[in-house]
């Protein structure tokens, strides 16, 4: 295999237990095997990350997996064509609300429909008469405000005049509905477990329930730093798969992994309440080692959803531009698959 062709190289993540891949792929010394410097640039915005990765601040970042494809369709910024080549993670978002809001409803379980306790929102809401709840989301384009969204729309609750729909991002969370200034979000883990750890908040719906196995964060690069570092980019995955087999080989790694993202550069005490590093059980359920390879089909609904919002504004979804973000194609070159 050819060397490659960056030794250097920063990546953005924002703080999230999906973000555990990257993490583990230095620490563990994965990147380094490949023959990459990587450092990791913690952000706190996904805008923020967005626009690094555009510009070229960042060579690529652990992104929500509508990320890609939106910037390659030019919603909220220019056009920029990015890719996605590799999963990091699937599931991991939970629905949280108040204290006040969630009085009456179920702890999140696998015995429970997530739809009931929307239904006992719905009835809360009926007799409302104060403001409408104010609810955050991380993105416009994210599988957090699509789940919200179709959360609420399952009891049939008036999104546009019964509740305030608004984007905050995710380290902000939690001491925004401590403090007050909204009544529940939907975010990936570690905000909403902390939400309930600090009991300023109930999860009252999971992703993975609303959303079994959808593809939740990648790995996005723009499509000219992919054609001019390929070698680099090839090098990459393989870095990052090695660190999900790895994760997923045993318990111990596991709990050394949690060390490390309890280090201040990553999650900090964000992640202190958690006993263990067990993303695949409730109420999160997040898997962070399965199968990496992207597809088109697998984000179809994902798709859905920007379709829907780019028809209200007189565009269509291309589908040449959804097969090009999400082509297993790099991920298939650097794992000779």
Known sequence: MSAPELERLTLGFIPLLDAALPIIAREAGFFADEGLEVALSRENAWSTLRDKVASGLLDGAHMLSPLPLAMSLGLSRAPCETLAPFILGRGGNTIVLSRHWSEGMNDIGEEHDPRDNARRFAARLHTHRGEPPRLAMVYPYSCQH??????????????????TLGALPPPRMVEALENGEIDGFCVGEPWGSLARHRDVGRIVASGAQLWPAHPEKV??????????????????????????????????????AQSWLVLPPYLDRSVAHLESLAPDAPPAWQSLVGD??????????????????????????????????????????????
Do not use: N
């Open 146 to 163: 699509y789940q919200l969204r179709e959360w609420l729309a399952g009891a049939d609750i008036d999104i546009d005049r019964q509740v």
């Open 219 to 256: 790995l996005g690069v723009t499509a000219s730093w992919a054609l001019r570092y390929p070698t680099t980019l090839a090098a990459m995955i393989r870095a990052l798969h090695k660190a999900s087999q790895w994760l997923g080989a045993s318990p111990e790694h596991a709990r050394r």
């Open 292 to 337: 990496p390879r992207p597809t088109a089909e697998i984000m179809s609904h994902v798709a859905e959803h920007l379709d829907q919002h780019m028809r209200k504004h007189g565009r269509l979804l291309d589908m040449r531009t959804l097969s090009t973000c999400y082509s297993p194609a790099h991920f298939d070159a650097a794992t000779h698959q």
